[in-house]
């Protein structure tokens, strides 16, 4: 029988917990701090994805939830280089990969997807009605339409033709490489357009955990502008875009994603997590990884790695200046820059 005074000792304890935020453990022993949700994505508009994602996870809901949500804000806006306003391929055609994980290692994706404005929902889907993992091109489309997402209309927004336009000029085979602009340093704040009037990123990838200590993750980009047709970068690739376990915590990549895939990007970042590294020294693990493979095209190519542990920890690292990724918890919504290897 619990005695009156250890109750009440026992009762104080509890409360004082769940103030801070509960603390649990995971399978292999990582401290989680249950109650503190916390969501970060990448590049300057995450800012307002992060809202987006806040909506559930303020409400207590489930990160998995809130990871969709944050990233439909960044399919939508206008100004921005993610969803069917962004720039088409060589072709001149919009198409685009996003892939969604959960806590239980669900995952789902679609990539080379023409005319639908949601592929992050599409993915989502992809996961929890069909047996598959991924879906591609047309055979993606035709899910989707079937599950009820309209097909909009072939046209290409009126900063992408611009951008088409002044691209054709040369028509060059290579597509700009992707981010690398980014050496300028653009502050905090990282602008979706550059004053060259390109766009500054393709992507918004998001991690978040929400107030029972669970992790999900998301992805979603236009890939390379100008790219070749039927190509796809890391962004729709589980274990190089994105990659969640839920015992240890969750990484996603935004950069020349032909680099991410050949070292299996967030996988291993969110390995060496597991083997104790913090979120920064795993990203910068791989960064270096990265360099040692490219020799000196590295200084050609952006990449950066944006991780979260199970203790809500977090960081970030590119091969360049210029990234940076936004935060929101309970207490905080800010900008962060992430450190780099190359001025
Ligand atoms: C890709 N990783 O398709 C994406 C591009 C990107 O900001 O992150 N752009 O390779």
């Known amino acids: ?22 603390r649990a453990w995971s399978a292999d022993g990582m401290e989680t701090i249950k109650g503190k949700p916390i969501v970060i994505s ?32 960044t399919e939508l806006e206008d100004n921005c280089c993610v969803g069917l306003g962004a720039n088409p391929d060589r072709d001149g055609f919009v198409t685009l990969d996003a892939c969604i994980m959960d806590e ?5 994706s679609v990539a080379f997807l023409e ?67 980014n050496k300028k340093d653009h502050g905090p704040f990282a602008p979706n357009k550059l004053e060259s009037g390109e766009w500054n990123h393709d992507t918004i990838g998001m991690v978040a955990m929400d ?8 992805c979603t980009t236009s890939g390379a502008g100008f790219k070749m047709r039927g190509r796809l970068g890391d962004s729709p690739i589980i274990g190089a875009g994105l990659f969640v376990d839920n015992e240890v915590g969750a ?12 070292v299996a990007g967030s996988h291993s970042v969110v390995e060496l997590m597991r083997q104790g590294l913090s979120p920064e020294a795993a ?6 990884r990265i360099i040692r493979i490219k020799g ?6 952006q990449v950066g790695f944006l991780a979260l542990n199970k203790k809500g920890q977090h960081g970030a690292y590119a091969i360049h200046k210029g990234f940076s990724y936004a935060i929101k918890t309970n207490d905080m919504e800010k900008m962060i820059v992430s450190k780099y290897m190359m001025e």
């Open 283 to 288: 990203c910068k693990k791989v960064i270096e």
């Open 115 to 181: 005319r639908i404005k949601h592929p992050i929902s599409v993915a989502r889907r992809v996961m929890e009605k069909t047996p598959h993992v991924m879906l591609v091109g047309s055979g993606a489309q035709q899910f989707a339409v079937a599950e009820g997402f309209p097909l909009e209309e072939q046209k290409l927004s009126p900063a992408a033709q611009k951008n088409y336009e002044n691209w054709l000029k040369k028509s060059e085979y290579k597509p700009p490489a992707i981010n690398i602009e």
């Open 296 to 301: 000196a095209k590295a200084k050609d190519i």
């Open 104 to 108: 239980f290692a669900n995952c789902g």
């Open 1 to 22: 029988m619990v005695n009156r005074r250890k109750f009440i000792q026992f009762s104080a304890f509890t409360g004082f917990a769940s103030l801070l935020g509960k």
């Open 211 to 218: 107030t029972n200590g669970n992790m999900s993750g998301s």
């Open 251 to 262: 990484c996603t990549a935004t950069g020349q994603g032909e680099d991410v895939i050949r």
């Open 42 to 73: 990448t590049w300057g508009s995450g800012l307002a994805a992060n809202k987006g994602a806040w909506e559930v996870l303020g409400k207590g809901g489930r990160a998995l939830d809130a990871v969709e949500k944050g990233v439909m804000v």
